[in-house]
């Protein structure tokens, strides 16, 4: 099988599914094909803005200055390029699903800076060759995060054109690497901080089929923890290197927790993952397997969201940032849940469903996609928030760590998490569907049109319409289907726990549980239809006891969305603190276009009961507040934040 350009489509062997080209994904209508419009049209140019604002801590100048093309200095953080490359890659997709040649022509002319900018030798990160810092001396560099989202970038890029302009950039790049770092030198055991170049470099061995960028990726995995460093330094020390910040104190294979920085391990997990998917390696599938039960069952917010901490010291006494926490460890008010962090965790689970097949991955990657995961993102698409709180009191409430400001915002200090939205919008038409030898699997639910061939060469089209997330029907139209016995996997999400399938109009019988894949299988005749309908009524969601921030409260769901309630839908002087939910709390859906992009709402009558005034005390004697019916209206958690500073809260209280 190949791509629309004639290049072939890799199938890793120790993954069940196989991804389609992403030429064979087209965006229709409804909830994603909007979002994606709004990403091409809106945030990649005001990104582009954002790259060139002195403001901003990603620089496009920087390649432009080191390509002898412009003059000045260095400026930004020393991610700058790999985020300008998260960018490019945001842009790769875009022109991937629109062929829109302006996007073409603009990658172009900076894919020439970009060659011009590195070094004869193959290396390139701006904020070392431009500084006259030595490479490869401080992991906090980020050369290879640098470099991996290059690589990862000309990957997408050669996908989407078939073009080799910044592919041999990237290869150039790869080689030197794999000059430096093969040799196993202990002296560089640590190095790369955010490990972006794992997943890079087996994303590189399958465009070129060259072995040593696979074994490249192995050795970056395996070198994690061989040289930790020991216990009775004071956690004060400075550099992460060999500590659990950057999952650096025991290696991977061995390790039984998710710790430290949050980007970093969903990065390292991700390079993991796509390894085992091509090497086999039992142990790798071990650690991760124990580490994704790790954090579902004791880490994760009910949003989606991961890495609860801005700065705390782990169990083995490594000070960590930006951080997993220990275990049912989740405050809402400080909560850090980076939106990177978020989306590393979505990344990372889509490659265990493609290694499994199992919907437990699916679930997840949908419950962050739904909530952190684009709760990062300003619905118009302009502005973004680096940590995605769970609680937030409002003006006067301190955004933790780079969130320094009360609202959303579009140039920063640390520009990490606008193209990591960005790139996952732009490129979010390739985890819809997979194929395997079984036939077509449908993950997401999202108006789009899939033309694809099965490994024996039929072809398979179909359409898929739905007003998802907002309603819960599903119509899949095949127009065209192989002669022979086909299976349609459909994803049934773990909250649906009503559902049914009708074919051709006719219900049909399907042994599937809520968090499985449901699975049709028949010959097919072109025109067929399915129509898969998920009951989506409204639940409340409580925490596992041990979650003591979320006692007595309850978080409320539908379908896929969690919901949060801000302060500017409450009556004039109810202050949300005094909000209290009803067990039998009845909760309206109803659309309402005009808000916020367009969101269903859930409207219905909560417990107010005014708490007085405290006189400046912390404690005091339980009162008997008489409490008052109050309207309250919920918008989905995605959205908050864009109205002005207005308190939120996801988790609200049980009376
Ligand atoms: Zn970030």
């Known amino acids: 099988m190949t791509t629309a350009e004639g290049a072939p489509v890799h199938h890793s062997p120790h993954a069940r599914l196989r991804s389609v080209a992403a030429h064979d994904v087209t965006w229709t209508k409804g909830f994603w094909a909007d979002k994606f419009a709004l990403c091409k049209d809106v945030t990649i140019p ?56 302006e996007l073409d022509r603009m990658l172009d002319e900076l894919i020439e800076v970009v060659a011009k900018a590195q070094a004869p030798d193959g290396y390139l990160s701006t904020s070392v060759q431009m500084t006259g810092k030595v490479r490869w001396t401080y992991s906090v560099y980020e050369e290879l995060y640098n470099m991996g989202h290059l690589i990862t970038a000309a990957c997408v890029h050669h996908r989407a054109t078939g073009k080799k302009n910044l592919l041999n950039v990237a290869i150039k790049a790869a080689d030197l690497l794999y000059g430096i770092f093969s040799p196993r030198p202990p002296e560089l055991v640590h190095l790369g901080f955010t490990p972006s170049h794992m997943m890079a470099l087996v994303d590189l061995y399958r465009v070129t089929g060259d072995g040593r960028y696979l074994e490249l990726a192995d050795i970056f995995v395996t070198n994690r923890g061989q040289a930790p460093l020991l216990s009775e330094w004071p956690v004060e020390r400075a550099g992460p290197d060999g500590t659990d910040e950057v999952q650096d104190r025991v290696p991977l294979r061995q390790e039984m927790e998710a710790v430290g920085h949050a980007v970093a391990a969903t990065f390292l997990y991700c390079g993991a993952a796509d390894v085992y998917a091509e090497t086999g390696e039992k142990a790798l599938l071990a650690a991760l397997e124990r580490l994704w039960q790790d954090v579902t069952r004791l880490k994760l917010y009910v949003t989606g969201g991961v890495g609860a901490h801005h700065g705390s010291v782990s169990r083995r006494g490594d000070k960590i940032n930006e951080t997993f926490g220990l275990n049912y460890q989740l405050p809402n008010a400080t909560a850090y849940n980076e939106t990177c962090a978020n989306i590393g965790f979505a990344m990372w689970n889509w490659r265990m469903l493609g290694i499994s097949g199992e919907a437990r991955y699916a679930d997840v990657l949908e419950q962050v996609l739904y909530n952190s995961g684009l709760s990062g993102i300003s619905v118009d698409g302009e502005r973004f928030l680096y940590t995605n709180l769970l609680r937030w009191y409002g003006a006067e409430h301190e955004l933790l760590g780079h969130n320094d400001r009360q609202t959303r915002w579009t140039t920063h200090t640390c520009y990490c998490c606008p193209p990591n939205v960005a790139r996952t919008l732009a490129g979010l038409h390739n ?42 029907v599903i119509k899949i139209t095949l127009n065209q289907a192989p002669a022979e016995e086909m299976a349609l996997m459909l994803h049934i999400p773990d909250w649906a726990d009503v559902w049914g399938i009708a074919v051709n109009g006719k219900a049909v019988e399907v042994g599937a549980r809520p968090g499985s894949y449901a699975v049709l299988k028949r010959r097919w005749s072109p025109g067929d239809t399915v129509e898969l309908s998920l009951a989506m009524p409204v639940r409340l969601v409580e925490a596992h006891p041990k979650v003591e921030e979320a006692r007595n409260q309850v978080a409320i769901q539908r379908g896929p969305l969690v919901y949060c309630l801000e302060g500017i839908d409450l009556p004039h002087g109810v202050s949300l603190a005094d909000v209290h939910i009803g067990r039998d709390i009845r909760l309206a859906p109803r659309h309402d276009r005009a808000l916020l992009g367009g969101v269903t709402v859930l409207e219905g009558d909560a417990w107010y009961a005014p708490a007085g005034d405290w006189r400046g005390s912390l404690y005091r004697t339980l009162g008997t507040e008489a409490a008052r019916r109050v309207p309250i209206r919920l918008i989905p958690y995605y959205a908050w934040n864009n109205r002005g500073p207005t308190p939120m809260s996801v988790w609200l209280p049980l009376c």
Request: charged share 20%; aromatic share 12%.
């Open 46 to 101: 005001s990104m582009r803005r954002a790259l060139d604002d002195p403001q901003n801590s990603a620089a496009l100048s920087n390649l432009y200055i080191a390509a002898k093309l412009q003059d000045g200095a260095y400026r930004g953080l020393f991610a700058s390029d790999g985020e300008c490359f998260k960018w490019m890659e945001a842009v790769a997709h875009a022109y991937s699903m629109t062929r829109d040649p």
């Open 431 to 472: 985890w819809l569907y997979s194929l395997s030898d079984e036939g077509v699997w449908v993950h997401l639910y999202a108006g789009s049109r899939l033309d694809t061939r099965l490994a024996d060469g039929s072809a398979v089209a179909l359409i898929q319409e739905t007003g998802y997330p907002w309603d819960g």
